[in-house]
């Protein structure tokens, strides 16, 4: 299994937008849930957002609905995140990942290796 990679990163004010992407090997995202975590310094994982190769279902942490969107491009092979009305507190490095089943089950096996977002004024 090739792992995902994710790109899109950087540095933006408190109230910026960013959109990370991520590539999946081929057929990813026809097959199996896929999501965005995130990592800030001093804190635990966090699951951010997942969305299942079914039906397009998507769940979001309490700390970002209604400024973060998942989508997905199944041609492309590609997952994004939508990051609007950005906080200083979702300053993290930001994974995306695979669930081995096509819902969102929490049992991610494949992980990328982060891209970096800092919320900073």
């Known amino acids: 299994q090739v792992l995902p990679v994710e790109s899109g990163g950087g540095l933006v004010q408190p109230g910026g937008s960013l959109r990370l992407s991520c590539i999946f090997s081929?057929?990813?995202?026809?097959?199996?849930?896929v999501a965005w975590f995130r990592q800030a310094p001093g804190k635990e994982r966090e699951g951010v957002s997942c969305i299942s190769s079914s039906d397009g279902s998507t769940k979001y942490s309490d700390s970002v609905k209604g400024r973060f969107t998942i989508s997905r491009d199944n041609a492309k092979n590609m997952l994004y995140l939508q990051m609007n009305d950005l906080k200083p507190e979702d300053t993290a490095v930001y994974h995306c990942?695979?669930?081995?089943?096509?819902?969102?089950?929490?049992?991610?096996?494949?992980w990328g290796r982060g891209t970096q977002v800092t919320v900073s004024p």
């Open positions: 081929e057929d990813t995202l026809d097959y199996y849930a």
């Open positions: 990942a695979r669930d081995p089943y096509y819902y969102c089950s929490g049992a991610f096996d494949f």
